[in-house]
């Protein structure tokens, strides 16, 4: 028997601002509070949801909240308000001519995932049909004032449970910061993320070497793959890329060039659900381990990254954490906890698998707008 089309009667759009626990610094500044933007689709009795992951300024990328406002309301909702689709891809397919929007596109196509599931009465990582109920989780630390002040974080982290951290560097916070952490914490898997701070010739890239890293996120300019490859021709640590990867076709032209040996997947930055999956195929074929990455969503965003991770190639603990991590209180109620082994455990509800909290979804929400059928 054929499944029902997947068909939309409305797609509301909310911008939210959520307070984080604590400040998040990065190479590109400090964030006091989560902005973002929200997608609900409605069909019927059902309502499903999709989390932006762009920001309000554009440094990590070109795409804003207020960009990815404009296309979904302008492009993305006319497209999906006016036709039936059989499945997600269908989607994708229609707005292949839209280009440099993969975050706004992404929260289209993982709200329709969020729909099918529920529609289904099954969840994304059993659509997925993901081998795991359980991802090992890694908590990403931002850049601190000290090595005395990260090794404090680090500890705190430790007790909690996490068993794979990653850290957040730039020029000047560094080698220091990462021997600190071996010279304390010698058993940690330990990882750093660079944000394409470094040049090639920077020789504290060297250094970071003899470290024991499980590997080195995006240390050079997003652009240059050739950079990157012959970097890692110097590097026994292994590079991973993130900015780099906005598609498929840059995993796969990263993969050939050698310009690194992980890839960090982000569903909301290569446009969705099914692009994760092309590129996690192609690494998969290509022996090339790949994490999925978190870009401070809350637990609605949270909940597709998990889903992802459940596909048998993401093998790197990935860079998701619990929810209380970076929020008091997250969107959801079934917030994500770590398991005493350092785990995130896989939701199974239907859709996306977790209940939004609605008053406190309210409560946070600068902004909405209701997009229908003319």
Same mark, same amino acid.
């Given at each position: 028997?054929?499944?029902?089309?997947?068909?939309?009667?409305?797609?509301?759009?909310?911008?939210?601002?959520?307070?984080?626990?604590?400040?998040?610094?990065? @190479?590109?500044?400090? *964030?006091?509070?989560? =902005? /973002?933007?929200?997608?609900?689709?409605?069909? $019927?009795?059902? #309502?499903? !949801?999709?989390?932006?992951?762009?920001?309000?300024?554009?440094?990590?990328?070109?795409?804003?909240?207020?960009?990815?406002?404009?296309?979904?309301?302008?492009?993305?909702?006319?497209?999906?308000?006016?036709?039936?689709?059989?499945?997600?891809?269908?989607?994708?397919?229609?707005?292949?001519?839209?280009?440099?929007?993969?975050?706004?596109?992404?929260?289209?196509?993982?709200?329709?995932?969020?729909?099918?599931?529920?529609?289904?009465?099954?969840?994304?990582?059993?659509?997925?049909?993901?081998?795991?109920?359980?991802?090992?989780?890694?908590?990403?630390?931002?850049?601190?004032?000290?090595?005395?002040?990260?090794?404090?974080?680090? @500890?705190?982290?430790? *007790?909690?449970?996490? =068993? /794979?951290?990653?850290?957040?560097?730039?020029? $000047?916070?560094? #080698?220091? !910061?990462?021997?600190?952490?071996?010279?304390?914490?010698?058993?940690?898997?330990?990882?750093?993320?660079?944000?394409?701070?470094?040049?090639?010739?920077?020789?504290?890239?060297?250094?970071?070497?003899?470290?024991?890293?499980?590997?080195?996120?995006?240390?050079?300019?997003?652009?240059?793959?050739?950079?990157?490859?012959?970097?890692?021709?110097?590097?026994?640590?292994?590079?991973?890329?993130?900015?780099?990867?906005?598609?498929?076709?840059?995993?796969?032209?990263?993969?050939?060039?050698?310009?690194?040996?992980?890839?960090?997947?982000?569903?909301?930055?290569?446009?969705?659900?099914?692009?994760?999956?092309?590129?996690?195929?192609?690494?998969?074929?290509?022996?090339?381990?790949?994490?999925?990455?978190?870009?401070?969503?809350?637990?609605?965003?949270?909940?597709?990254?998990?889903?992802?991770?459940?596909?048998?190639?993401?093998?790197?603990?990935?860079?998701?954490?619990a929810s209380r991590r970076y929020f008091t209180k997250d969107l959801i109620k079934n917030e994500f906890e770590l398991?005493?082994?350092?785990?995130?455990?896989?939701?199974?509800?239907?859709?996306?698998?977790?209940?939004?909290?609605?008053?406190?979804?309210?409560?946070?929400?600068?902004?909405?707008?209701?997009?229908?059928?003319?």
């Amino acid at each position: 028997m054929d499944a029902d089309p997947i068909t939309v009667e409305s797609i509301e759009l909310r911008e939210v601002s959520i307070p984080l626990t604590s400040p998040f610094v990065t @190479r590109y500044g400090t *964030e006091h509070s989560k =902005r /973002a933007l929200l997608v609900i689709l409605r069909k $019927g009795e059902l #309502v499903a !949801y999709g989390e932006c992951v762009a920001g309000i300024g554009g440094s990590y990328s070109r795409e804003t909240i207020a960009s990815a406002r404009e296309v979904i309301v302008r492009q993305l909702a006319p497209i999906l308000l006016n036709r039936s689709l059989e499945r997600p891809a269908d989607f994708l397919e229609a707005t292949e001519a839209i280009h440099g929007h993969n975050m706004a596109v992404a929260t289209v196509e993982m709200a329709l995932w969020d729909l099918q599931g529920k529609m289904e009465g099954v969840s994304i990582s059993t659509l997925l049909a993901g081998v795991r109920g359980e991802i090992d989780a890694c908590v990403t630390i931002g850049i601190q004032s000290s090595p005395g002040q990260l090794l404090d974080k680090l @500890r705190d982290f430790i *007790e909690q449970g996490y =068993r /794979a951290v990653n850290l957040k560097i730039k020029p $000047g916070f560094d #080698v220091d !910061y990462v021997r600190a952490v071996r010279t304390h914490f010698p058993n940690v898997s330990l990882r750093t993320d660079a944000n394409a701070a470094y040049r090639m010739e920077d020789p504290r890239l060297i250094q970071l070497d003899k470290f024991e890293l499980s590997l080195i996120e995006q240390p050079l300019a997003q652009h240059d793959l050739n950079a990157h490859s012959k970097l890692q021709k110097k590097l026994s640590t292994p590079i991973c890329l993130d900015e780099s990867i906005q598609s498929p076709e840059d995993a796969r032209k990263a993969i050939r060039m050698g310009a690194c040996r992980v890839i960090n997947v982000k569903p909301g930055r290569v446009g969705g659900i099914n692009r994760s999956c092309e590129i996690h195929e192609f690494c998969v074929d290509h022996n090339v381990p790949v994490f999925c990455g978190g870009m401070l969503e809350a637990g609605i965003g949270r909940a597709f990254d998990v889903a992802v991770a459940t596909l048998p190639g993401f093998t790197v603990p990935s860079d998701l954490s619990a929810s209380r991590r970076y929020f008091t209180k997250d969107l959801i109620k079934n917030e994500f906890e770590l398991t005493q082994d350092g785990k995130l455990t896989v939701p199974t509800g239907i859709g996306c698998g977790v209940a939004v909290d609605e008053p406190y979804l309210d409560s946070v929400t600068i902004s909405s707008e209701i997009l229908s059928r003319r």
